[in-house]
């Protein structure tokens, strides 16, 4: 039985899906005006392991993950680069699409994009309206009036009593309460054409809360089974999420509630200010994508997740070992659930998605390997594969890493000194192929001698 974490309940819970066999699951993207960074990066890897899980467990699953293609900030960018609205987000939805790919994340079964659904937003906002929960404001904005939700707050734990207009709550003149927030803002003279759009309240556009109530509704139905995102959003853009579709609807939206942790960088918040900010392809630039995503991974995904050079480094080591288990070995991926190991990593997964004991598995697999039970080769690849990892030739990834872009060491370069070790050897020049050997250790290469020639592998 599958527990999770549920944020709106605060607990463990049995996992029991709406329609047997069958789960629907959505999960908020990415704004979509600059490239994606790591907290971008954890929030794909995680639900990208959510829905590999969730299938491996034999469910149906639907997964949604939206992209905000209309924002203020997507208005700006292109402002400032003087090109138009969706030439900049189709170069950046671009963009994400190389990192998640890059980081062996499978594609959403839908992807949509905000803009492709406002007049689902403009039915949702005039049922609110005719609810008695929406109202146009004096400056013709139409606001959610907070207050005459009965639940707001039961998400983020917050008492309505307490809460104030906080950082990313839209403040404006013309509401009648701080808390209240926008769905639909009136056209600006100076904004462009292409994201004005005419409705009842005359020209404008949404709101950025009510385009995930309109397009899970859409494509997941008035309730569904997951709704997940950074931990960042539970508090203003999930409690809005669940205030309008409950208000338009009249029942529950979502049965279980989802959020990763933050990013921290050397145990800091990840923050431009601070100058610790880190875009996927920056990071892509010194370490293998792979190393990456099993960096991610072996965090439980509610747990902070503290980004440095070391335990990014020290990730790369701990999967060149499962790698070099599988190395010299044949074996079909295949998973024999019964078997002790395969029971512990179930066990673990089951458990609101463990992926740090799921991980101690792997190791404990390649251990056996290493000792002899060559066996297990097909299983350590089949539940590695669960998570997406340990799907590349050894030899191909152990042949990767940083050093690769760092030193210039080609892998042409480097098969070239060990045939001129080889050839000072057969010379008897031992001085020589000592002197080939540690020249490539000092750049981190690392050679084994077997009696059927010479491996190598970057440390």
Known sequence: MLKLYNTLSREKQVFVPMEAGKVRMYVCGMTVYDYCHLGHARVMVVFDMVARWLRTSGLAVTYVRNITDIDDKIIRRAGENSEPIRALTDRFITAMHEDADALGVLRPDHEPRATDFVPQMLDMIGQLEKNGLAYLADNRDVCYHVRSFPGYGRLSGKSIEDLRAGERVDVAEGKRDPLDFVLWKHARADEPAEVKWPSSWGEGRPGWHIECSAMATRLLGPRFDIHGGGQDLQFPHHENEIAQ??????????????????????????????????????????????????????????????????????????????????????????????????RRFRAAMDDDFGTPEAVEVLFDLAAEINRGDTTLVGQLKALGNVLGLLQRSPTAFLQSGPAAQDDGLSAETIEARIAARVAAKKAKDFAEADRIRDELKDSGIVLEDSPRGTNWRRA
Do not use: Q
Request: hydrophobic share 35%; glycine share 6%.
């Open 245 to 342: 579709s409950e208000g338009a609807h009249g029942h529950p939206y979502v049965n279980y509630w989802m959020h990763n942790g933050f990013v921290r960088v050397d145990d800091e918040k990840m923050s431009k200010s601070l100058g610790n900010f880190f875009t996927i392809r920056e990071v892509l630039k010194r370490y293998d994508p792979e190393v990456v995503r099993f960096f991610i991974l072996r965090a439980h995904y509610r747990s902070p997740l503290n980004y440095s050079d070391a335990h990014l480094d020290d990730a790369r080591h701990a999967l060149s070992r499962l790698y070099t288990a599988l190395k010299d070995h044949d074996g079909a991926a295949m998973v024999d659930w019964d078997e002790p190991h395969a």
